[in-house]
């Protein structure tokens, strides 16, 4: 059993930063992949950021240059830098894991730019 427990969300103002961060725990032996989407309303949940083992990490166009992806292995925690938040930043976040064999993903979080 995997459980991911994602935290940092809330309100801020336009130009403001957060973090958030998620947690991993159970029967993990390797975690391959560790990203972030999010999800707005009425649209597709995207790729936020992700960041492999080694550290390699990938960003959507829309978040570069703004967001930070990083990770801790020996606390199987991944975290998320957002600066100059924006409106259209307005979503819920989720934390997703690759393990190898299987996916897993958090409960979201919910992330609220507006003046």
């Known amino acids: 059993q995997v459980q991911l427990v994602e935290s940092g969300g809330g309100l801020v103002q336009p130009g403001g930063s957060l973090r958030l961060s998620c947690a991993a725990s159970g029967t993990i032996l390797s975690i391959n992949v560790m990203g972030w989407y999010r999800q707005a309303p009425g649209k597709e949940r995207e790729l936020v950021a992700a960041?492999?083992?080694?550290?390699?990490?990938n960003y959507a166009d829309s978040v570069k240059g703004r967001f930070t992806i990083s990770r801790d292995n020996a606390k199987s925690t991944v975290y998320l830098q957002m600066n100059s938040l924006k409106p259209e930043d307005t979503a819920v976040y989720y934390c997703?894991?690759?393990?190898?064999?299987?996916?897993?993903w958090g409960q979201g979080t919910q992330v609220t730019v507006s003046s």
């Open positions: 960041i492999t083992r080694g550290g390699s990490t």
């Open positions: 997703n894991i690759d393990i190898g064999w299987a996916a897993y």
